[in-house]
């Protein structure tokens, strides 16, 4: 059974920086093709990022770019987003989700999801 | 990027009725050389992460119940809940894989008549 269990709730300034972690239990993170998606408050679901198994590389939404980092440790088989210069308008619920290469881009597995919430 | 579209918003449903969900994609997200839709669906309840119920747009993830099913092909897909439960009650999200950005539907909030 695949779980992932992320990093717990922050609290931040606009303006900081903040580290999601994702770490992958029951598989091996390099077996799986992994992304970041976001949910604000009461709204949608929204990409944030992950491996492009076409492109073979790691790509962002445009709304993120220059602000965000993934990062993989296929060693610790964990995952880890860093989204800089917060505002208030990140305040968020952060998902790591992935599935494996053949249905890559849909997300099978879920972390329990990490509130990020940015206020002054 | 690839739009997505949801009809209705909010769909309200009896007991053992069909429930139907629609969505748009603005371009084609049909790969013609292994002819698979890039399409997936997610339900979603309160306080969850969302949960895959479909892929390939119309293949159903292992442990799904049968009453949920994906049709379309190209820009225009359905999800049907042929007899809807009370543990239906869920936002229910489209999704396409077939170019990045990642793009979701807005949402269809399902709930009981």
């Known amino acids: 059974q695949v779980q992932m269990v992320q990093s717990g709730a922050e609290v931040k300034k606009p303006g900081a920086s903040v580290k999601v972690s994702c770490k992958v239990a029951?598989?091996?993170?390099?077996?799986l093709s992994m992304h970041w998606v976001r949910q604000a408050p009461g709204k949608g679901l929204e990409w944030v990022g992950?491996?492009?198994?076409?492109?073979?590389?790691?790509?962002?939404?445009?709304?993120?770019?220059?602000?965000v980092t993934i990062i993989e440790d296929t060693s610790a088989d964990s995952l880890y987003m860093e989204l800089r210069s917060l505002r208030s308008e990140d305040t968020a619920v952060y998902y790591c989700a992935g599935n494996n290469y053949y249905?890559?881009?849909?997300?099978?597995?879920?972390?329990q999801g990490t509130l990020v919430t940015v206020s002054s | 990027d690839i739009v997505m579209t949801q009809s209705p918003d909010s769909l309200t449903v009896s007991l053992?009725?069909?429930?139907?969900?629609?969505?748009?994609?603005?371009?084609n997200v049909l790969y013609s050389s292994n002819n698979n839709n890039y399409l997936a669906w997610y339900q979603q309840k309160p306080g969850q992460p969302p949960k895959l119920l479909i892929y390939w747009a119309s293949t159903r993830e292992s442990g799904v119940p049968d009453r949920f099913s994906g049709s379309g092909s190209g820009t225009d897909f359905t999800l049907t809940i042929s007899s809807l439960q009370a543990e239906d009650v869920a936002v229910y999200y489209c999704q396409q894989y077939y170019s990045s950005p990642i793009t979701f539907g807005q949402g269809t909030r399902l709930e009981i008549k």
Not at chain 1, 26 to 31: A, F, H, R, V
Not at chain 1, 50 to 67: C, L, S
Not at chain 2, 16 to 27: D, F, L, P, V, W
Request: net charge negative.
């Open chain 2, 16 to 27: 053992g009725e069909r429930a139907t969900i629609n969505c748009k994609s603005s371009q």
């Open chain 1, 103 to 111: 249905a890559s881009g849909s997300f099978l597995i879920w972390g």
């Open chain 1, 50 to 67: 992950g491996y492009d198994a076409e492109a073979g590389d790691t790509v962002y939404a445009q709304a993120f770019q220059g602000r």
């Open chain 1, 26 to 31: 029951g598989y091996s993170l390099s077996e």
